[in-house]
């Protein structure tokens, strides 16, 4: 038995180098995963990986083959030190592809042979694919399965044996028509492989939504999201869709204050009371947001199925979402909410910190001086005093001093939807009047090609609930009283400045174009996206299975995967040869030289015969010696014929156009 011994020595390969050309392809397929994976990974990995993959390349084209192992080691042990540096670990999705992608472009060190190459390009059919772990968009996915063609290249020339030509046009095609015929296939695997309910295993994602709502809100916090023109979610109405002042979709309630943040407090021990009759119904298709937080149009009489309405009257999923998540709901439009007011929701709901905003304590003091217990009237007196007092609605706010409601009310006086609803809400709790903060979305653009109300992050808005004696929580909206575009017209057209003015982008053309391609995004989120095991169990409805199971998803599936190899098979043993094309041309050929009036004789050979024919036809004299050439060349030079001869032979036939002789 011989002894296991560790050594940094190289051994000598049996297998022949790379040729240049499967070179160049497998650094064009770790180029692309790269590329793909660049928005998601930090600038100077991915600016680092692309210096280290040219500089490979550079390398091999000027004859270097060998990269020292004293340079391999310290690069891996630097991208791992890197990666962990930056997310603090080394599992997760985000610093896991980062990982993944930098080990990817390191192999190109070591990457001279076969064997290499093939064990490279799995690894970037791999790490392709986990692209789709940050978006299954139709853009993306199309991105993604175009990666697979430079990934085939390389394949195909490593397979290929003797001598060839590096050319597109003849690598090129048969990849293409490779993917083309398994497009069934992986079509028959999507609809047929049996679903889970729930995945068996899921990458953990950073602590960070991606809607820019959560459940802490400080003014300032929503600055980035208020620009973000990404799609939150797409609502459908059963009836009348409500006018925009009225498409408040709430997701968190947050009652406590620390003079920096809000947060959620209390929530209430049971579900509030609710009065009114449900009115409004519809259905959400809600882009991932790695939140459990359902938006839902004020005020819902119940959750969603497979969700949880907590006692502010929001919703939670039970899991986070992580995909596209679609739900119905109802609303109900006109309604008293919490009537009678729990003493500890009322105690919950004045609290204010010490020391904080003495400035707007006094000026709320001065109001309930003036108006008593009025909490309308001390609203209205507030409101006016935004729409009044000089304050400005900017997404480009002043940063605030240590006091933010003092600073932001009687200093810099602008903001947006955060600084008001922070600020009216501590001013009316220092009146002694029971407030909250909402946030969740406002507005919408209501898609007509789509019919339906397509609700994106700038939609992103904070208001304030007041508890009124005698009506329950109400919901008042601060930046309504500074920019009312805000409500009635949405946040584009606050953000664009007084009047909300036409630009480029908001001309009709353009919202033609978008509205059509946010119907496809809708159509590939709701077919694609959103087709789970649910779906996949009425899909043998028509043959009679209402409701299929595991058992009969997997019989269909073997007997489907049996025809179409069965299929694949006959079609590889009875497809015509490479050489039977080049005979099929020849024979073009002799058809149209017969008709123009030479025609072959019993046992004339093709050289033979092409001369004839070039001394019978002197206008097409260089055209048939060099197809007498190729022919020859094809024929006699190789074992098989060359791919790229047998076509530029069939492609010399087709340009040969030769006059009927008239007998």
Not at 603 to 621: C, S
């Given at each position: 038995?011989?002894?296991?011994?560790?050594?940094?020595?190289?051994?000598?390969?049996?297998?022949?180098?790379?040729?240049?050309w499967?070179?160049d392809?497998?650094c064009?397929?770790?180029?692309?995963?790269?590329?793909?994976?660049?928005?998601h990974?930090?600038?100077?990995?991915?600016?680092?990986?692309?210096?280290?993959?040219?500089?490979?390349?550079?390398?091999?084209?000027?004859?270097?083959?060998h990269?020292?192992?004293?340079?391999?080691?310290?690069?891996?042990?630097?991208?791992?030190a890197?990666?962990?540096?930056?997310?603090?670990?080394?599992?997760?999705?985000?610093?896991?592809?980062?990982?993944?992608?930098?080990?990817?472009?390191?192999?190109?060190?070591?990457?001279?042979?076969?064997?290499?190459?093939?064990?490279?390009?799995?690894?970037?059919?791999?790490?392709?694919?986990?692209?789709?772990?940050?978006?299954?968009?139709?853009?993306?996915?199309?991105?993604?399965?175009?990666?697979?063609?430079?990934?085939?290249?390389?394949?195909?020339?490593?397979?290929?044996?003797?001598?060839?030509?590096?050319?597109?046009?003849?690598?090129?095609?048969?990849v293409?028509?490779?993917?083309?015929?398994?497009?069934?296939?992986?079509?028959?695997?999507?609809?047929?492989?049996?679903?889970?309910?729930?995945?068996?295993?899921?990458?953990?994602?950073?602590?960070?939504?991606?809607?820019?709502?959560?459940?802490?809100?400080?003014?300032?916090?929503m600055?980035?999201?208020?620009?973000?023109?990404?799609?939150?979610?797409?609502?459908?109405?059963?009836?009348?869709?409500?006018?925009?002042?009225?498409?408040?979709?709430?997701?968190?309630?947050?009652?406590?204050?620390?003079?920096q943040?809000?947060?959620?407090?209390?929530?209430?021990?049971?579900?509030?009371?609710?009065?009114?009759?449900?009115?409004?119904?519809?259905?959400?298709?809600?882009?991932?947001?790695?939140?459990r937080?359902?938006?839902?149009?004020?005020?819902?009489?119940?959750?969603?199925?497979?969700?949880?309405?907590?006692?502010?009257?929001?919703?939670?999923?039970?899991?986070?979402?992580?995909?596209?998540?679609?739900?119905?709901?109802?609303a109900?439009?006109?309604?008293r909410?919490?009537?009678?007011?729990?003493?500890?929701?009322?105690?919950?709901?004045?609290?204010?910190?010490?020391?904080?905003?003495?400035?707007?304590?006094?000026?709320?003091?001065?109001?309930?001086?003036?108006?008593?217990g009025?909490?309308?009237?001390?609203?209205r007196?507030?409101?006016?005093?935004?729409?009044?007092?000089?304050?400005?609605?900017?997404?480009?706010?002043?940063?605030?001093?240590?006091?933010?409601?003092?600073?932001?009310?009687?200093?810099?006086?602008?903001?947006?939807?955060?600084?008001?609803?922070?600020?009216?809400?501590?001013?009316?709790?220092?009146?002694?009047?029971?407030?909250?903060?909402?946030?969740?979305?406002?507005?919408?653009?209501?898609?007509?090609?789509g019919?339906?109300?397509?609700?994106?992050?700038?939609?992103?808005?904070?208001?304030?609930?007041?508890?009124?004696?005698?009506?329950?929580?109400?919901?008042?909206?601060?930046?309504?009283?500074?920019?009312?575009?805000?409500?009635?017209?949405?946040?584009?057209?606050?953000?664009?400045?007084?009047?909300?003015?036409?630009?480029?982008?908001?001309?009709?053309?353009?919202?033609?174009?978008?509205?059509?391609?946010?119907?496809?995004?809708?159509?590939?989120?709701?077919?694609?996206?959103?087709?789970?095991?649910?779906?996949?169990?009425?899909?043998l409805?028509?043959?009679?299975?209402?409701?299929?199971?595991?058992?009969?998803?997997?019989?269909?599936?073997?007997?489907?995967?049996?025809?179409?190899?069965?299929?694949?098979?006959?079609?590889?043993?009875?497809?015509?040869?490479?050489?039977?094309a080049?005979?099929?041309?020849?024979?073009?050929?002799?058809?149209?030289?017969?008709?123009?009036?030479?025609?072959?004789?019993?046992?004339?050979?093709?050289?033979?015969?092409?001369?004839?024919?070039?001394?019978?036809?002197?206008?097409?004299?260089?055209?048939?010696?060099?197809?007498?050439?190729?022919?020859?060349?094809?024929?006699?030079?190789?074992?098989?014929?060359?791919?790229?001869?047998?076509?530029?032979?069939?492609?010399?036939?087709?340009?040969?156009?030769?006059?009927?002789?008239?007998?």
């Amino acid at each position: 038995m011989s002894r296991f011994r560790l050594s940094l020595r190289e051994r000598p390969a049996s297998e022949p180098p790379l040729t240049p050309w499967s070179f160049d392809l497998l650094c064009l397929t770790m180029a692309f995963v790269l590329g793909v994976h660049a928005p998601h990974l930090p600038w100077w990995l991915t600016a680092g990986l692309a210096v280290v993959l040219v500089a490979r390349w550079q390398q091999r084209r000027r004859g270097g083959r060998h990269t020292p192992i004293w340079i391999k080691l310290p690069l891996i042990g630097l991208l791992l030190a890197l990666v962990i540096l930056t997310y603090g670990s080394l599992f997760g999705r985000e610093p896991g592809s980062a990982f993944a992608v930098g080990l990817l472009v390191l192999k190109l060190l070591e990457s001279d042979r076969l064997r290499d190459a093939r064990v490279g390009v799995a690894f970037a059919a791999f790490a392709l694919m986990s692209a789709l772990l940050f978006d299954q968009g139709i853009v993306a996915t199309a991105i993604v399965a175009a990666g697979v063609v430079p990934a085939m290249m390389t394949l195909r020339a490593l397979e290929t044996a003797g001598p060839r030509v590096p050319s597109w046009r003849v690598e090129l095609p048969p990849v293409l028509l490779a993917l083309l015929v398994s497009v069934p296939l992986a079509l028959f695997a999507f609809l047929f492989i049996p679903r889970l309910s729930s995945p068996l295993w899921g990458a953990p994602t950073m602590d960070r939504a991606t809607t820019g709502l959560s459940d802490r809100m400080a003014p300032g916090d929503m600055a980035e999201v208020l620009t973000d023109d990404t799609p939150a979610m797409r609502v459908t109405f059963d009836g009348p869709t409500p006018i925009a002042s009225s498409r408040y979709f709430r997701a968190f309630t947050m009652t406590r204050f620390d003079g920096q943040a809000w947060s959620p407090g209390f929530g209430g021990r049971d579900t509030g009371t609710l009065e009114g009759q449900p009115r409004i119904h519809y259905r959400v298709t809600l882009e991932p947001t790695r939140e459990r937080a359902l938006p839902l149009l004020d005020m819902p009489p119940d959750a969603p199925t497979d969700a949880m309405l907590r006692g502010d009257r929001t919703a939670v999923a039970n899991q986070r979402l992580e995909k596209t998540y679609n739900y119905e709901a109802s609303a109900v439009a006109d309604y008293r909410l919490d009537a009678a007011l729990d003493p500890l929701a009322r105690r919950a709901t004045l609290q204010l910190p010490d020391r904080v905003g003495p400035r707007a304590r006094a000026q709320a003091a001065a109001w309930v001086s003036q108006y008593g217990g009025d909490a309308l009237a001390i609203a209205r007196a507030a409101l006016a005093m935004f729409h009044d007092g000089g304050f400005r609605y900017t997404l480009a706010a002043a940063p605030l001093g240590r006091d933010r409601i003092d600073d932001f009310l009687f200093g810099t006086r602008e903001g947006y939807c955060e600084h008001y609803a922070s600020t009216f809400t501590f001013l009316m709790r220092a009146a002694g009047i029971p407030a909250r903060v909402v946030t969740g979305y406002q507005g919408g653009y209501w898609n007509s090609l789509g019919r339906y109300l397509l609700v994106r992050r700038a939609d992103a808005h904070a208001w304030t609930e007041l508890w009124i004696e005698g009506r329950g929580w109400v919901r008042f909206d601060p930046t309504g009283a500074v920019r009312p575009e805000r409500v009635t017209l949405g946040a584009a057209a606050a953000a664009a400045g007084d009047g909300g003015g036409e630009g480029l982008f908001d001309a009709a053309w353009w919202r033609s174009t978008r509205d059509r391609w946010d119907v496809v995004n809708q159509w590939w989120n709701q077919a694609v996206n959103g087709f789970d095991s649910l779906r996949q169990q009425g899909l043998l409805q028509p043959f009679g299975i209402r409701r299929a199971d595991v058992g009969d998803l997997a019989l269909v599936l073997a007997v489907g995967f049996a025809v179409l190899v069965v299929g694949a098979l006959g079609w590889a043993l009875f497809q015509r040869r490479e050489g039977d094309a080049l005979d099929a041309s020849m024979q073009r050929l002799r058809r149209k030289l017969a008709r123009a009036g030479v025609s072959r004789r019993a046992g004339e050979g093709p050289r033979h015969f092409l001369a004839r024919a070039a001394r019978a036809l002197p206008e097409h004299r260089n055209a048939l010696e060099r197809l007498s050439e190729v022919y020859l060349r094809s024929r006699y030079a190789h074992d098989k014929p060359p791919p790229e001869l047998v076509t530029e032979f069939r492609r010399g036939v087709d340009e040969l156009k030769t006059r009927r002789v008239v007998k």
